[in-house]
């Protein structure tokens, strides 16, 4: 078992998805996607457990807050590190949501995200005990 971190990507942007999985993959993480909360918690209650969420804020059929929300509320997935993103400022979102590690302004820089993740997660090379 190799020591890489898992990223579930979630947003409904496919382009956006796409150069984000393109970079992380890149990067070294292996990668998740769903393209929008209900699928994302979905892929959390069948996949492997992600060690990061990555998930935009608008996005139909269950946002990021209700997807965060639901996260916090679960015992197994209330401690994976949640990064949200929104062309949105911080400060209308922070009214919504609670509780996740950074916020990315859309548009964004992709090296920033990465720096981002690598920092949250440490390095690639440390390997992760559930």
Known sequence: MSGMATILI???????AELLEMVLVDEGYSVLRASNGRQGLERLANDSRPDLVISDYMMPILDGASMIQTMRGNEAQRDIPYIIMSSMP???VRQRIQGYASFVRKPFHLLKVVELVATIL????STHSA
């Open 10 to 16: 979630v947003e409904d942007e496919f382009a956006i």
């Open 122 to 125: 440490g390095p690639i090379s």
């Open 90 to 92: 911080e400060d209308n």
